[in-house]
Structures are given as structure tokens and as C-alpha cells.
């Protein structure tokens, strides 16, 4: 879009001129907890449909569910899914309780971590459906391609990385002073 001789009155100004920016950043941190949460309301869902294909499925004469590395999948997909619930909730109440700006590390982390962790899961479920995982059948490859697009909407991971580790550094100088 391109616009030519366009005025803004004054009183419809936000924030003042040029700062638009930064009026799209403010919505960027509360946009990135909402993906985050429908990422792990989806997890949440996939695990679930693992949980009963692996009471389903049989492999080599016994329920897929009574294997250990099954067992492991869904135990690792729980501890994920917590851990990502977690981080997603301390992110949105320093949202809450201290602004966008001071959680903006919490944030960046969220947007890292939970889409990998959904990325992970859906791998699981996909490797557990066999065949039938890549299959429209069940809706894991949409979920995976969702969660997939999330690493990289609102910036791409490694971004996400390095504001990480400038603050980081910057809290460590900070304190080292």
C-alpha cells in the first residue's frame, strides 16, 4: 500500500508522529502469548489423539501403548507441554505485572520454545500413527504445518535467539558492575 498526501489530523494521532512502530511492537507481545496458547491447546489435543491411537494401534502382538519407547514419547510430550504452559504463563503475568517491556525476554522465549515444543509433539504423534500420521486422516500434518508456521510469524526464531541473549548479557554486565 502506498499513500500520497495523506494528513492525520492531530487529535487522531496515538502516540505522535513516527512512532508507529512502536504502537505495533505493544501489540506484538500480547499476539505472540496467544499463539503461544493455542500452540499448546493444540499439543494438548494431538497428545491426546496419541494417547488413544497407542491404546488402538498393535505392533509386533501387543498394544503400541505397552512399548517403552511409546511411553517415553508421551511422557516427553507431557513434561514439553508443562514446561511450555509454564513459561507461557510467567510471560503473561509479567506482561500483566510489569509491562510489555519489561517481559519482552519472557516473551521472545515463549515464541522460541513453544513452537518447537508443538513441532516436537507432532513429530511424536506423527511417528506413532506411522503411515497414517502423514495421511489427511487425522490432522497431524496441518497441526505440524501450524505450529511450523509459528517459528517463524513474528519474527523468526534466531531473532528471537538474539534479543535473548543481548539482554542477557546485558542483565549479567548490569549486575557484574
Known amino acids: 500500500m502506498r499513500f500520497d498526501n495523506v494528513r492525520v489530523p492531530a487529535a487522531n494521532m496515538l502516540l505522535g508522529e513516527g512512532r508507529g512502530f512502536e504502537i505495533a511492537q505493544g501489540r506484538l507481545g500480547p499476539g505472540r502469548i496467544h499463539h503461544c496458547m ?48 509454564l513459561l507461557t504463563l ?30 516436537k509433539v507432532i513429530d511424536m504423534a506423527i511417528q506413532l500413527f506411522g503411515g497414517a500420521g502423514v495421511t489427511n486422516d487425522h490432522g497431524l500434518g496441518a497441526a505440524y504445518a501450524t505450529a511450523r508456521l509459528l517459528r517463524i510469524a513474528d519474527g523468526p526464531d534466531e531473532a528471537h535467539r538474539n534479543q535473548i541473549g543481548r539482554l542477557k548479557l546485558r542483565r549479567h554486565r548490569m549486575a557484574r558492575n
Request: aromatic share 2%.
Open 38 to 85: 493455542r500452540l499448546i491447546g493444540l499439543a494438548e489435543r494431538v497428545l491426546e489423539t496419541m494417547c488413544r491411537r497407542a491404546d488402538e494401534r498393535v505392533a509386533f502382538g501387543k498394544p503400541v501403548s505397552e512399548q517403552t519407547v511409546t511411553l517415553e514419547r508421551i511422557a516427553d510430550a507431557r513434561i514439553m507441554i508443562e514446561q511450555a504452559r
Open 90 to 119: 510467567k510471560a503473561a503475568w509479567m506482561m500483566d505485572t510489569v509491562g510489555n517491556k519489561a517481559a519482552r525476554a519472557e516473551v521472545a522465549m515463549i515464541k522460541v520454545a513453544v513452537p518447537n515444543m508443538a513441532c
